[in-house]
């Protein structure tokens, strides 16, 4: 597994350096066949490479609310152009993505200069973006990353109605692995071999990417014949708000 996330780093590190300016090597577990997939409202780990910032402390987070647009002088702006019909001039929306935190990794083994570092930014998408559906109207979703005013080459963007990942307990810390899942019973303690949900228990799971907000979950749980022990009861139950689909 070490060898496998390594010779991966290495890779995209050399795609990435190849290229002048900030570039878009990855975005999280969410890239599509040709470009980064994401949803409305969903917090995303953008990868980016060709930074000449050096960051110090290497990792650094937003203090205030509303999250800033512009954090150590990195900011990332989000573009949708719309058009209903072909030949149709598209209405062109641009949005500054809210940065909730900045993490530099040394991808070299000796050395401490810009073109080592790989900085995952972390972002969440702005609710008011559209999903590319697959009639009309024509959306292109674009994004660029900017240092201290100077701006990126313009990445592609793929936007979905949802895109859930279940937050594990490092994603401040993107190069590990094997990190649990953020599963809580109802007296805030972690879901974990040690402790286990029992059948019929009401527990909390903490997610990102739904673009439409849950009000109520309830996932009774049965104990099942199978090695793998718990399974959902059928009839899953939700409550939704703010959906437009």
Same mark, same amino acid.
């Given at each position: 597994m070490q =060898?496998?996330?390594?010779?991966w780093?290495i890779l995209?590190?050399?795609?990435?350096?190849g290229?002048?300016g900030p570039t878009?090597a990855?975005a999280?577990?969410?890239?599509?066949?040709?470009y980064?997939?994401?949803?409305?409202?969903q917090v995303?780990l953008?990868?980016?490479?060709?930074?000449?910032t050096v960051?110090?402390p290497?990792?650094?987070q937003a203090?205030s609310?509303?999250?800033?647009?512009?954090l150590?002088? %990195?900011?990332? /702006?989000?573009t949708?152009?719309?058009?209903?019909?072909t030949?149709e001039?598209? =209405?062109v929306?641009?949005y500054k993505?809210? %940065?909730?935190?900045l993490?530099?990794? $040394?991808?070299?083994? /000796?050395?401490?200069?810009?073109?080592?570092?790989? &900085?995952?930014i972390?972002v969440?998408m702005?609710y008011?973006?559209?999903? $590319?559906?697959?009639?009309?109207p024509?959306?292109q979703s674009? %994004?660029?990353?900017?240092? $201290?005013?100077?701006?990126?080459q313009?990445?592609?963007?793929a936007?979905?109605?949802d895109r859930i990942?279940? %937050?594990t &307990?490092?994603? $401040?810390?993107?190069?590990?692995?094997g990190?649990? +899942?953020?599963v809580?019973h109802?007296?805030?303690?972690?879901? +974990?071999? @040690?402790?286990?949900?029992?059948p019929?228990?009401t527990?909390v799971v903490y997610?990102?990417?739904?673009?439409c907000?849950?009000?109520?979950?309830?996932?009774?749980l049965?104990?099942?014949t +199978?090695? @793998?022990g718990?399974?959902?009861?059928p009839g899953l139950?939700?409550g939704? +708000?703010g959906?437009?689909?």
């Amino acid at each position: 597994m070490q =060898v496998r996330i390594t010779a991966w780093l290495i890779l995209g590190a050399a795609c990435a350096f190849g290229q002048s300016g900030p570039t878009l090597a990855g975005a999280g577990d969410g890239f599509g066949p040709a470009y980064p997939v994401v949803a409305p409202g969903q917090v995303v780990l953008l990868q980016v490479a060709g930074l000449k910032t050096v960051l110090s402390p290497s990792f650094q987070q937003a203090v205030s609310v509303p999250l800033p647009a512009t954090l150590a002088g %990195i900011s990332v /702006t989000v573009t949708q152009r719309i058009q209903r019909f072909t030949m149709e001039t598209p =209405v062109v929306t641009s949005y500054k993505v809210p %940065i909730l935190s900045l993490n530099q990794m $040394n991808l070299c083994d /000796t050395g401490t200069a810009s073109d080592c570092l790989m &900085t995952y930014i972390a972002v969440q998408m702005p609710y008011e973006l559209q999903a $590319n559906p697959t009639s009309p109207p024509i959306i292109q979703s674009q %994004i660029v990353i900017s240092e $201290n005013g100077t701006d990126s080459q313009v990445f592609l963007l793929a936007v979905q109605y949802d895109r859930i990942h279940v %937050i594990t &307990t490092c994603e $401040n810390q993107p190069w590990q692995t094997g990190c649990p +899942s953020t599963v809580a019973h109802a007296d805030g303690t972690l879901v +974990s071999a @040690r402790s286990p949900a029992a059948p019929g228990e009401t527990v909390v799971v903490y997610a990102w990417g739904p673009a439409c907000v849950l009000i109520l979950l309830q996932m009774p749980l049965r104990r099942d014949t +199978s090695p @793998r022990g718990h399974t959902p009861r059928p009839g899953l139950r939700r409550g939704l +708000s703010g959906c437009t689909r």
